[in-house]
């Protein structure tokens, strides 16, 4: 291959990936993973997110999303809960919306045809 397509291939993946997720975040749990992506970077008010659960036991499941932010001096709690919707094959989709910026916890609760409900932490910077 010429030097030029291969720079030319490398600059089309790269640019590729970057418009694939401006986001991107891995949230763990012993039960399983979910990466957490946006096309869009984060900010406050709508973000649509894209999941994907990683362990092949919580693919069909259903899944609710939890923001939050504690409460702090001079503020309240602040919370909003969204149903995720599922596209398949362990991919779901929300929208989840962002009240202001800071650092917000995210509860994932997954609910499997069979067995038990499990929930999945990480935290989002906005
Ligand atoms: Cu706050």
Redesign the pocket.
């Known amino acids: 291959m010429k030097t030029i397509t291969k720079i030319f291939l490398a600059l089309l993946l790269g640019a590729t990936i970057a418009q694939g997720a401006a986001f991107q975040k891995v949230a763990k749990s012993r039960a399983t993973q979910i990466q957490v992506t946006s096309e869009k970077p984060l900010s406050t008010g709508n973000n649509t997110l894209y999941f994907e659960v990683g362990h092949k036991n919580y693919k069909d499941s259903q899944m609710t999303v939890k923001v939050f932010?504690?409460?702090?001096p001079g503020?309240?709690?602040?919370e909003n809960k969204t149903q995720a919707k599922s596209l398949g094959n362990g991919k779901f989709v929300a929208d989840v919306n962002i009240a202001?910026s800071?650092t917000w916890q995210v509860h994932i609760f997954l609910t499997p045809k069979t067995g038990k409900k499990v929930r999945v932490k990480t935290s989002l910077n906005i």
């Open positions: 932010m504690p409460a702090m503020m309240p709690y602040m202001m800071g």
